[in-house]
């Protein structure tokens, strides 16, 4: 009869909506379109507080082994002070779905890099390389004032890059792995990552911790997001030749694997020296055309991206659907 083809319809849209696809669709929507100012962002908070632990706890006169220890324990303090919290609100609420979909909102932020680099990249296409570099510098610990344009332009595609890693492809597979708590908490430790970079000789012991679990929750993301782009660069022409990855002591090595991959994909030239807190930093470079060219596209490459990520939770919507009971 009608009226149950269409009680069976709602339950089925429900079922979909509700289903960890449907919620991730909604919350990269929410995310994208719905600003959220940064001063009132959980992750401002978080960053303001492992700042001042790290001052507290991080001092240079004691030994690297005191300094590791400090780094881990500071790490621990950190993701209890995240996590458990949002484990109680989360089990405790008759609205869980509404809470864990907050909680993936919040895990999928990327506003603020988006802004910074979008605004980098419209000064830099004026001449106003100052003002390009004041936005960079907001958004990374690299040292950003003495950048040429060929700099600048190569630092805002590699912050971009790294935000299609961090703050979207790896909460995603995490929260359709593990949940709102795994997306938090992988996303938590891109953070103090950020916060506490091992690049800087002052978080070399320190952030020892935080970079060694960075590396093996994200290996996962990492590797699938690196294969997709390889395999993507494969049908493009003239793309450059992969070279032998080579370990870098100071800069993750998941993240220049997905760097490189990401270079294969666009034929942009990535990676090469940076500087942090005064002291160059050598990195291995990728191939391609010049950055500071191909830096119009930047901005399209993200959103070609997005709409990649999309494409699979509709993907996953309609196997749902396919396959439902």
Same mark, same amino acid.
């Given at each position: 009869?009608? !009226?149950?083809?269409?009680?069976?319809?709602?339950?089925?849209?429900?079922?979909?909506?509700?289903?960890?696809?449907?919620?991730?669709?909604?919350?990269?929507?929410?995310?994208?379109?719905?600003?959220?100012?940064?001063?009132?962002?959980?992750?401002?908070?978080?960053?303001?507080?492992?700042?001042?632990?790290?001052? *507290?706890?991080?001092?240079?006169?004691?030994?690297?082994?005191?300094? *590791? +220890?400090?780094?881990?324990?500071?790490?621990?303090?950190?993701?209890?002070?995240?996590?458990?919290?949002?484990?109680?609100?989360?089990?405790?609420?008759?609205?869980?779905?509404?809470?864990?979909?907050?909680?993936?909102?919040?895990?999928?932020?990327?506003?603020?890099?988006?802004?910074?680099?979008?605004?980098?990249?419209?000064?830099?296409?004026?001449?106003? *390389?100052?003002?390009?570099?004041?936005?960079?510098?907001?958004?990374?610990?690299?040292?950003?004032?003495?950048?040429?344009?060929?700099?600048?332009?190569?630092?805002?595609?590699?912050?971009?890059?790294?935000?299609?890693?961090?703050?979207?492809?790896?909460?995603?597979?995490?929260?359709?792995?593990?949940?709102?708590?795994?997306?938090?908490?992988?996303?938590?430790?891109?953070?103090? *990552?950020?916060? !506490?970079?091992?690049?800087?000789?002052?978080?070399?012991?320190?952030?020892?911790?935080?970079?060694?679990?960075?590396?093996?929750?994200?290996?996962?993301?990492?590797?699938?997001?690196?294969?997709?782009?390889?395999?993507?660069?494969?049908?493009?022409?003239?793309?450059?030749? +992969?070279?032998?990855?080579?370990?870098?002591?100071?800069?993750?090595?998941?993240?220049?694997?997905?760097?490189?991959?990401?270079?294969?994909?666009?034929?942009?030239?990535?990676?090469?020296?940076?500087?942090?807190?005064?002291?160059?930093?050598?990195?291995?470079?990728?191939?391609?055309?010049?950055?500071?060219?191909?830096?119009?596209?930047?901005?399209?490459?993200?959103?070609?991206?997005?709409?990649?990520?999309?494409?699979?939770?509709?993907?996953?919507?309609?196997?749902?659907?396919?396959?439902?009971?």
């Amino acid at each position: 009869m009608p !009226w149950q083809y269409d009680g069976m319809t709602v339950e089925l849209f429900k079922e979909l909506l509700f289903s960890p696809f449907g919620l991730a669709l909604l919350a990269l929507l929410a995310e994208r379109w719905f600003p959220w100012p940064e001063q009132w962002h959980p992750f401002a908070v978080l960053r303001l507080m492992a700042a001042y632990m790290s001052g *507290k706890v991080n001092k240079p006169d004691r030994p690297s082994s005191q300094q *590791k +220890i400090a780094g881990f324990l500071a790490l621990l303090t950190m993701l209890l002070l995240v996590l458990l919290p949002a484990a109680i609100v989360f089990a405790g609420a008759e609205v869980s779905l509404a809470i864990g979909w907050l909680i993936l909102l919040v895990s999928l932020r990327q506003q603020t890099v988006r802004q910074a680099t979008h605004l980098s990249e419209q000064h830099l296409s004026k001449g106003r *390389k100052n003002a390009a570099r004041a936005w960079l510098t907001r958004v990374t610990w690299r040292d950003c004032d003495l950048l040429s344009e060929h700099g600048i332009a190569k630092t805002s595609i590699e912050l971009r890059a790294t935000s299609i890693l961090e703050s979207r492809f790896a909460p995603l597979l995490f929260w359709c792995l593990g949940g709102p708590l795994a997306a938090l908490g992988v996303r938590v430790l891109a953070e103090l *990552k950020e916060v !506490w970079p091992t690049a800087q000789a002052r978080y070399r012991n320190f952030g020892q911790a935080t970079g060694w679990l960075y590396a093996i929750t994200h290996f996962l993301p990492s590797f699938v997001l690196s294969l997709f782009a390889r395999t993507v660069g494969l049908f493009r022409r003239n793309t450059p030749k +992969i070279e032998s990855l080579k370990r870098n002591p100071v800069f993750p090595i998941i993240l220049l694997s997905w760097l490189q991959s990401f270079s294969y994909c666009h034929k942009v030239t990535l990676g090469g020296p940076i500087q942090a807190a005064g002291i160059r930093i050598s990195r291995q470079r990728f191939g391609g055309r010049p950055a500071e060219l191909l830096l119009p596209y930047a901005a399209h490459w993200q959103r070609l991206w997005q709409g990649f990520f999309i494409a699979c939770l509709l993907i996953g919507l309609f196997t749902l659907f396919i396959y439902r009971p």
